[in-house]
């Protein structure tokens, strides 16, 4: 996930974050761009904060994109302590570099390290932070304006299910490459005893009500996945967060963002990372059908997999409801509302719970 944020975490959910430790950080970048071929008199600039702190380079003789107007610029990711390995790190920017080359998405590419030493891998470099490796990448710069719900999105979600019916087509085609290995976003890594994403249970406002509402909701959904399954034709590699704030429109170009949490999950489950932070909205049915309509468009899609994208969001919901619990402080947490989210939560799952009502009596 990406967003502007006010703190740090670690993935033990440990605020490190503080202006001392960015500004260490900044310096690390600083260290780091002539690699990718910028100049002395290029500035460095803090964009967002959240798992990744991500900045701007604007330099004034960069050449590696030159239509963009004013300074020329590149993007700089440095990787979160403790999320991604570098083998993970190194397997997305395969996946990235395999789709430019299909022309399959439109999305920014990673820049070559054209002065990285010999023993070093050429798109990931490195500096020290008081002891310890902070993993930095770097992407081109690619202009475009986050879609807003307050637009009508019904057009550009039929765009982006055609896009992710590619991308899922794309990846049950591409051989991986050898060292390949991104993280597995199932009901045990989401939920089981060491969740990625945090703990649902410490949701801000969670009464024991609460809790026994979204516990129901989970048996009946771990019992439901389990039941569809994990085949090749319904899980495979996706980008898994094709949330809004990673999607730039630009004219009728819709460009996707931000691969950092692509992994391997169900591929319904791109629809409900879509609809984040929003799901209860009255566009939500809308919209679906409109992804559904770009899907089919590119890919079949046979109805058993349809009817799992209720599951699927609420999956989702949940993911999110413990993300906003770990990661109380950030600004994404705070526009979600903290409490307002969890109480939507529970509505949700009743509403759900409801639907389900003869798998709830067997759960």
Known sequence: MTQTSSRWQTNSMTTIYDEQFVQRLKRGVESLISEWGASPQAQVKLLTLSENATFIVEDPTFKFCTKTEGPNRFIVRVHRPDYHSEAEIRSELEWIQALKASQLVTTPAPLLRHKAPAHEDPFIARFDDHGASR???????????????????????????AISARLHQHSRQWPLPDGFVRKRWDFTSAFGDTPLWGDWKAAAGLDQDGKQVLQQLLNVLQQRLADYGDGADRFGLIHTDLRLANLLVQGDQLAVIDFD??????????????????????????????????????????????????????????????????????????????????QGTVALAKAYLQAHAAEVSEA
């Open 261 to 342: 949490d692509a992994g391997f999950s169900w591929f319904m489950y791109d629809f409900a990372s879509a609809i984040s932070f929003f799901e209860d909205s009255p566009q939500v049915p809308q919209l679906q059908q409109a992804w559904l309509r770009g899907y089919r468009r590119v890919r079949e899609l046979a109805p058993e997999h349809e009817a799992m994208l209720p599951d699927f969001i609420m999956f989702r919901r949940m993911l999110l409801t413990a993300w906003v619990a770990s990661h109380a402080e950030t600004e994404t947490a705070a526009e979600a509302g903290h409490e307002r989210y969890t």
């Open 135 to 161: 993993y930095v990448v770097a992407f081109e710069f690619m202009p475009g304006s986050e879609p807003s719900t307050d637009d009508d999105l019904t057009a550009g979600f039929e765009t982006l299910g």
